[in-house]
């Protein structure tokens, strides 16, 4: 059975850069056959896709972000990374690991981690 | 603002038959396909519907997805307290280069 953790400091101060990691068990994130991916939901309000990442490190990201974001892979310890720089308050948000369907960066979700709430405040 | 439009509560008494609607674009709904996720309070969301209108192993068929031109449609029937969720719509939009996603539906059941 497929699980994701995330895992991150749970707290993070203005303008500094959020590190969050997923952990993958029952699964790989060296298989070829599928995308892995980072949505993020603010409290009360709605899903916003971050980004995929492919295990040849190959990554889409969502517009809004570009610039502020960069995904990683570490295939040696199944686990992939998020680091969103600058960070605001409008970043304050549960961050869900999740894996996509296939190896297409636009697959649906069909594994979610439990998410992690990432508070920006000083 | 987001990209897809759904709206943002319904309700139906136990038994009866909800809908929930997604609407969106030529470069979202109309030409990629469309899931929907159901969040229940506190926890993350799960994947009840893919490519429109299959539903993974495990997702009874009270549930079902439904797709015409640039519009999406979740159908519950035989409603439940246990559906009581947020339920999302979500695709791809290949003018923004994005995975989009609608702003959730509350479902009520009185």
């Known amino acids: 059975q497929l699980q994701l953790q995330e895992s991150g400091p749970g707290l993070v101060k203005p303008s500094e850069t959020l590190s969050l990691t997923c952990i993958v068990s029952?699964?790989?994130?060296?298989?070829?056959?599928?995308?892995w991916g980072w949505i993020r939901q603010p409290p009360g309000k709605g899903l916003e896709w971050i980004g995929s990442?492919?295990?040849?490190?190959?990554?889409y990201y969502n517009p809004s972000l570009r610039g502020r974001v960069t995904i990683s892979v570490d295939t040696s310890n199944n686990q992939f990374s998020l680091k969103l720089s600058s960070v605001t308050a409008a970043d304050t948000a549960v961050y869900y690991c999740?894996?996509?369907?296939?190896?297409?960066?636009?697959?649906?979700?069909?594994?979610w981690g439990q998410g992690t709430l990432i508070a920006v405040s000083s | 603002q987001s990209v897809l439009t759904q709206p943002p509560s319904v309700s139906a008494a136990p038994g009866q038959k909800v809908t929930i609607s997604c609407s969106g674009s030529?470069?979202?709904?109309?030409?990629?396909?469309v899931s929907w996720y159901q969040q229940l309070p506190g926890t993350a969301p799960k994947l009840l519907i893919y490519?429109?209108?299959e539903r993974p192993s495990g997702i009874p068929d009270r549930f079902s997805g439904s797709k015409s031109g640039t519009s999406a449609t979740l159908g519950i029937t035989g409603l439940q307290t246990g559906d009581e969720a947020n339920y999302y719509c979500?695709?791809?939009?290949?003018?923004?280069?994005?995975?989009?996603f609608g702003g959730g539906t509350t479902l009520t059941v009185l």
């Open positions: 979500g695709t791809r939009d290949s003018r923004l280069s994005a995975v989009v």
């Open positions: 030529t470069s979202n709904i109309g030409n990629n396909y």
């Open positions: 490519d429109n209108d």
């Open positions: 029952g699964g790989s994130t060296s298989s070829s056959n599928y995308y």
């Open positions: 990442i492919y295990y040849s490190g190959s990554t």
């Open positions: 999740a894996r996509l369907a296939d190896s297409t960066w636009f697959a649906y979700f069909q594994y």
